[in-house]
């Protein structure tokens, strides 16, 4: 555990490094978000339910690309295999960086909310109490978790194929269409057990209109879909880096 603590906190000093360093591409990135969101906001149907599901939409999106460019960066730069040297698991250590980065994500995806918000304030309706405002963090928290595992799975591929960041566009761009973001999925389409985001819109949604009448079911199916992802995520990410020993991948790049 204490080892844990060692680096998570190694990675919170490499984080505010890398804000440090690379502070000019971070704030344009971000602006590039506000501008794309209040954009979607400005052409579609402005609401709160809109706005929330677009910084969930890029958080999940950046978490799955987040892990899966550490697995590549770390085989290329030679560090992967030096983990292995080390009593620490290599799942300890990704798991110190997702920590860190849901901890980065959440300050972040707050401060891209409350910044669209303020762009809109006369028509997006915010009366949300605070044990809802709590409810829908936690919802937050453990629906960008499975894409952190996702990510190990790109990752994996990467160790293969090297760059996958195609592959994730794709990904990402189903998840923006046909997740919910933009037009209700319904829990009779299929398409809303593909992935978590549309469960986890759809519970924001019955926390923001106080309407309870699907809870438990979108409850279990969001819980469910999650622990899937979670599960296979870190079993393929494993089967990759036994295979990538196996076939001696780790050290061509």
């Known amino acids: 555990m204490k080892s844990f603590f060692c680096l998570v906190k190694a990675e919170f000093v490499m ?23 209040c954009g979607m906001l400005y052409n579609y149907q402005t609401s709160f339910i809109l706005l929330i599901a677009l910084v969930l939409w890029q958080a999940t999106t950046s978490s799955t690309g987040y892990l899966s460019s550490v697995i590549y960066d770390e085989a290329m730069m030679g560090t992967l295999e030096q983990i292995f040297l080390t009593k620490t ?36 309706v915010f009366n949300l109490t605070l044990p809802v405002i709590l409810l829908i963090l936690l919802v937050f928290v453990f ?3 499975p894409f952190y595992m996702l990510g190990e799975f790109f990752g994996g591929l990467s160790l293969y194929y090297k760059r996958v960041s195609s592959v994730l566009n794709v990904f990402n761009n189903i998840l923006l269409l046909f997740s919910g973001v933009f037009t209700a999925v319904d829990i009779s389409n299929p398409i809303f057990y593909l992935t978590p985001l549309p469960s986890a819109i759809e519970l924001i949604k019955i926390f923001y209109t106080n309407d309870y009448a699907n809870f438990y079911f979108v409850l279990v199916t969001f819980i469910a879909i999650g622990l899937i992802y979670c599960v296979l995520g870190m079993v393929t990410f494993n089967l990759f880096i036994n295979k990538a020993k196996r076939d001696g991948k780790l050290n061509q790049y």
């Open 15 to 37: 984080l505010f490094g890398e804000l440090k360093n690379y502070r000019v591409n971070y704030i344009f990135y971000n602006i590039g978000l506000i501008i794309f969101f």
């Open 89 to 124: 698991k290599v799942q300890t250590v990704m798991t110190s960086k997702i920590v860190v980065n849901i901890c980065f994500t959440i300050f972040k995806s707050f401060i891209l909310l409350l910044i669209c918000y303020c762009f809109f304030v006369n028509l997006i």
């Open 143 to 145: 629906t960008v978790f």
